[in-house]
C-alpha cells in the first residue's frame, strides 16, 4: 500500500532506523521534510529546494525575508539582486559598481576609489609600460623606484634609487602632499644625480623626471 506518513523513533515499533534508497513524492505536490511545527525543507516537483518556504523559486530558495543563509561561517538575511558577486555585477566580461565608494585595503573609502597602498598601472597583454606605470607612496614611508614609474611621493617620505639602472632609465616624481612643509627625499643608492652623489631633498612641490645618463652623470633632471 501507500505510506502516508514515516514514524521514525515509533514507541510501538523496534526500530529507530531502516534504509532508504530513494524518497518519491506521490504526486506533484513536491515532498517536504518538516519538524512538528511544519517548518523544514521543500523539493518542489521540478527539482527546486526551498528552506523556510514552500514553493521555492529557483534551485535553491531560503525564504520567507529575513531567514538567514550562512555559507562557511559568512550569514546573510539579504543579496543583492542582479548576476556577479557581492555590490559587483557582471556583464559579459566587464564588473561594474553602482552607487557608492569603493575601498582596497580600507573599509571606510572616502572617494570614489580610495585605495591605502601602493597602485601599479601597466599594459596587462605585453608588460609595456602604458603612459607610466604608477606606484604611489604615502606619507613617512620608504619605496624602491623602478625605471619606467611614475612614482607619486607623499610628505616625509624616502624613495630609493634603482642600485643597477641602466642608461636611457626613466622615472618621473610628483608629490602628493606638500613637500614645502613636509619635505621628502630622492636617495641616489650609490648613483649620481646631476654628477653629484648626494640625496635629494624634494622641498618644492614641482614633478619632475629623471633619466639615467651613466656612472659619469648619473641621473640627469628634466
Not at 134 to 149: C, F, W
Not at 150 to 179: N, T, Y
Request: with cysteine; net charge negative.
Amino acid at each position: 500500500g501507500k505510506w502516508a506518513a514515516i514514524a521514525i523513533n515509533d514507541p510501538q515499533n523496534a526500530f529507530d532506523s531502516f534504509p532508504v534508497n530513494t524518497l518519491r513524492a506521490s504526486g506533484s505536490g513536491g515532498l517536504q521534510l518538516t519538524d512538528d511545527s511544519g517548518n523544514g525543507m521543500t523539493i518542489a516537483d521540478g527539482g527546486n529546494v526551498g528552506f523556510g518556504t514552500s514553493t521555492p523559486a529557483g534551485t535553491l530558495d531560503v525564504g520567507p525575508v529575513g531567514n538567514t543563509l550562512c555559507i562557511n561561517g559568512v550569514c546573510r538575511t539579504s543579496w543583492p539582486t542582479g548576476e556577479g558577486i557581492g555590490a559587483f555585477y557582471d556583464s559579459g566580461t566587464n564588473a561594474f559598481y553602482n552607487g557608492g565608494d569603493v575601498g582596497i585595503g580600507t573599509d571606510d573609502p572616502q572617494t570614489t576609489l580610495h585605495v591605502v597602498g601602493d597602485i601599479t598601472f601597466e599594459d596587462a597583454a605585453t608588460g609595456a609600460i602604458t603612459g607610466q606605470k604608477i606606484a604611489i607612496v604615502e606619507d613617512s614611508t620608504n619605496y624602491i623606484a623602478k625605471a619606467g614609474e611614475h612614482v607619486i611621493v607623499g610628505v616625509g617620505a624616502m624613495v630609493r634609487l634603482p642600485v643597477a639602472p641602466v642608461q636611457g632609465d626613466e622615472i618621473r616624481i610628483s608629490p602628493s602632499g606638500d613637500w614645502k612643509t613636509n619635505s621628502s627625499s630622492i636617495l641616489c643608492n650609490g648613483k649620481k644625480i646631476s654628477g653629484y652623489a648626494e640625496d635629494m631633498t624634494l622641498d618644492l612641490n614641482r614633478a619632475f623626471k629623471l633619466i639615467y645618463t651613466g656612472t659619469t652623470i648619473g641621473w640627469v633632471i628634466y
